[in-house]
Protein backbone atom coordinates (compact mmCIF):
# COMPACT_ATOMS: atom_id res chain seq x y z
CA UNK A 1 0.00 0.00 0.00
CA UNK A 2 1.18 3.71 -0.80
CA UNK A 3 0.55 6.46 1.40
CA UNK A 4 0.32 9.86 0.27
CA UNK A 5 -0.38 12.98 2.22
CA UNK A 6 -1.27 16.54 0.57
CA UNK A 7 -2.34 19.99 1.57
CA UNK A 8 -4.74 22.84 -0.33
CA UNK A 9 -6.47 25.83 1.49
CA UNK A 10 -9.90 26.90 0.38
CA UNK A 11 -11.11 30.35 -0.20
CA UNK A 12 -11.59 31.88 3.79
CA UNK A 13 -15.46 32.39 3.87
CA UNK A 14 -17.60 30.63 5.52
CA UNK A 15 -20.10 30.15 3.25
CA UNK A 16 -18.17 29.17 0.59
CA UNK A 17 -16.77 26.54 3.00
CA UNK A 18 -20.08 25.29 4.27
CA UNK A 19 -20.63 24.87 0.33
CA UNK A 20 -17.59 23.23 -0.13
CA UNK A 21 -18.08 20.56 2.70
CA UNK A 22 -21.75 20.05 1.76
CA UNK A 23 -20.47 18.59 -1.71
CA UNK A 24 -17.90 16.25 -0.21
CA UNK A 25 -21.27 14.63 1.53
CA UNK A 26 -22.39 13.73 -2.15
CA UNK A 27 -19.18 13.20 -4.01
CA UNK A 28 -20.53 12.73 -7.97
CA UNK A 29 -20.62 8.79 -8.43
CA UNK A 30 -18.20 8.94 -11.51
CA UNK A 31 -15.54 10.74 -9.71
CA UNK A 32 -15.76 8.16 -7.17
CA UNK A 33 -15.36 5.30 -9.90
CA UNK A 34 -12.49 7.16 -11.17
CA UNK A 35 -11.20 7.49 -7.91
CA UNK A 36 -11.42 3.69 -7.22
CA UNK A 37 -10.30 2.98 -11.29
CA UNK A 38 -6.98 4.44 -10.16
CA UNK A 39 -6.05 2.41 -7.38
CA UNK A 40 -6.97 4.42 -4.87
CA UNK A 41 -8.54 2.68 -1.81
CA UNK A 42 -8.89 4.89 0.91
CA UNK A 43 -9.50 8.64 0.91
CA UNK A 44 -9.74 11.59 3.49
CA UNK A 45 -9.90 15.05 3.71
CA UNK A 46 -9.37 17.03 6.95
CA UNK A 47 -10.10 20.39 7.29
CA UNK A 48 -8.88 23.20 10.06
CA UNK A 49 -10.56 26.88 9.50
CA UNK A 50 -9.50 26.81 5.37
CA UNK A 51 -6.44 24.55 5.18
CA UNK A 52 -7.37 21.15 4.09
CA UNK A 53 -5.25 17.96 4.43
CA UNK A 54 -5.98 14.85 2.49
CA UNK A 55 -4.15 11.61 2.93
CA UNK A 56 -4.55 8.67 0.16
CA UNK A 57 -4.46 5.03 0.53
CA UNK A 58 -3.40 3.32 -2.55
CA UNK A 59 -2.29 0.25 -4.23
CA UNK A 60 0.77 -0.18 -6.05
CA UNK A 61 -0.53 0.18 -9.25
CA UNK A 62 -1.06 4.16 -8.13
CA UNK A 63 0.73 6.47 -9.50
CA UNK A 64 -0.74 10.26 -9.93
CA UNK A 65 -0.08 9.71 -14.47
CA UNK A 66 -2.45 7.09 -14.09
CA UNK A 67 -5.15 8.88 -12.25
CA UNK A 68 -4.97 11.62 -14.60
CA UNK A 69 -5.08 8.89 -17.55
CA UNK A 70 -8.47 7.55 -16.10
CA UNK A 71 -9.97 11.08 -15.50
CA UNK A 72 -9.73 11.88 -18.73
CA UNK A 73 -11.89 9.40 -19.30
CA UNK A 74 -15.08 10.73 -17.33
CA UNK A 75 -15.66 14.36 -18.71
CA UNK A 76 -17.42 14.88 -15.16
CA UNK A 77 -13.97 15.08 -13.79
CA UNK A 78 -13.07 18.43 -15.75
CA UNK A 79 -16.38 19.34 -13.98
CA UNK A 80 -15.92 18.86 -10.75
CA UNK A 81 -12.08 20.15 -10.60
CA UNK A 82 -13.69 23.50 -12.03
CA UNK A 83 -16.64 23.69 -9.68
CA UNK A 84 -14.57 22.77 -6.56
CA UNK A 85 -11.97 25.40 -8.04
CA UNK A 86 -14.72 28.35 -7.34
CA UNK A 87 -13.88 27.29 -3.24
CA UNK A 88 -10.09 26.25 -3.10
CA UNK A 89 -7.25 28.31 -3.58
CA UNK A 90 -3.32 27.48 -4.22
CA UNK A 91 -1.25 27.59 -0.86
CA UNK A 92 0.34 31.03 -0.52
CA UNK A 93 4.36 29.27 -2.06
CA UNK A 94 2.07 27.30 -5.19
CA UNK A 95 3.41 27.51 -8.31
CA UNK A 96 1.09 28.65 -10.85
CA UNK A 97 -1.53 26.28 -11.60
CA UNK A 98 -0.53 23.88 -8.79
CA UNK A 99 -3.76 23.03 -6.63
CA UNK A 100 -3.07 20.19 -4.24
CA UNK A 101 0.31 19.55 -3.01
CA UNK A 102 2.27 16.62 -2.06
CA UNK A 103 3.52 17.02 1.75
CA UNK A 104 7.07 15.56 3.15
CA UNK A 105 6.62 13.08 5.72
CA UNK A 106 8.70 14.29 8.68
CA UNK A 107 7.83 11.95 11.38
CA UNK A 108 6.68 8.12 11.79
CA UNK A 109 6.00 6.21 15.28
Same mark, same amino acid.
Given at each position: ????CLAMDLKDDPE???????????????ILQSLRESGIK??????????????????????? *???? !?????? $??? /??? +? *???? !?????? $??? /??? +????????????
Amino acid at each position: MKRFCLAMDLKDDPELIKAYDDYHKEVWPEILQSLRESGIKDMEIYRVRNRMFMIIDADESFSF *EKKA !KIDAKY $PEN /EKW +E *ELMW !KYQQAL $PFA /EPG +EKWMLMERVFQL
